[in-house]
């Protein structure tokens, strides 16, 4: 079965700081990847995916992640966290197009002044 | 841009009552979807659709029912309220087109509360 794992429920970062929220994934064939964000009482928006091609994604807000068979992850980076980078992110994965999306338990993310 | 519009962002009732979510998609998608995010669990999936009148059951079906008359609206059924089902509920859409990468559209949620 699909599985999705977060490391670290709760991370904070001081504002300016490097944004590193971890995914990895279980899957059997190379999957559909996809980061979520959800700000308090909304809500989930989508960040970025990974379908197929170049495996450094890049989403909104200034953030990207990086597709690695090989370590079955798929992380979420920002270089410098802003105040309003404050929510909850989720990573998901789908097998293909067809397959329903399992999400991760998501990750908190705080950002201190 | 894709909207999903839920009805009702805060509801409470009562133990025993009957409670219709309901919820619309503007962009044409086959698929709907309901699911309950709680603290700790993160999203689970009720129930989806991939046609009208057509169902399937998710992750924790017990206790809700669906309803999908119309391609553009799924309703989710809570037969007799109880004080577990207290929750956020978020509706969501996604397209069968394989270019989209199985992307899901979510909308703003509802925040039921049974007392």
């Known amino acids: 079965a699909q599985s999705v794992t977060q490391l670290g429920s709760h991370v904070s970062v001081s504002e300016g700081a490097l944004v590193l929220l971890r995914c990895n994934y279980s899957?059997?064939?190379?999957?559909?990847l996809f980061w979520y964000v959800q700000y308090p009482n909304q809500g989930l928006q989508l960040l970025l995916k990974y379908t197929t091609g170049a495996t450094l994604v890049k989403g909104i807000n200034g953030f990207e992640a990086e597709f690695k068979k090989s370590e079955t992850s798929f992380h979420l980076t920002k270089p410098s966290a802003h105040m309003s980078d404050a929510a909850e992110y989720f990573c998901a994965v789908s097998p293909t197009s067809y397959d329903k999306v399992i999400f991760g338990p998501g990750t908190s993310l705080s950002v201190i002044p | 841009d894709v909207k999903v519009t839920q009805s009702s962002r805060y509801l409470v009732k009562r133990t025993g009552e009957k409670v219709f979510l309901e919820c619309v998609q503007d962009m044409d998608h086959e698929n709907m979807f309901w699911y309950r995010q709680d603290p700790g669990l993160g999203l689970r999936l009720i129930y989806f659709s991939y046609d009208v009148k057509m169902k399937e059951k998710g992750d924790i079906p017990e206790g809700y029912s669906v309803s999908r008359e119309k391609k553009e609206r799924f309703s989710l059924i809570l037969e007799s309220a109880s004080t577990n089902q207290t929750s956020m509920y978020l509706c969501a859409s996604s397209p069968l087109d394989r270019r989209s990468g199985n992307t899901i559209y979510f909308g703003e949620g509802s925040w039921l509360t049974v007392v």
């Open positions: 899957s059997s064939v190379p999957p559909y």
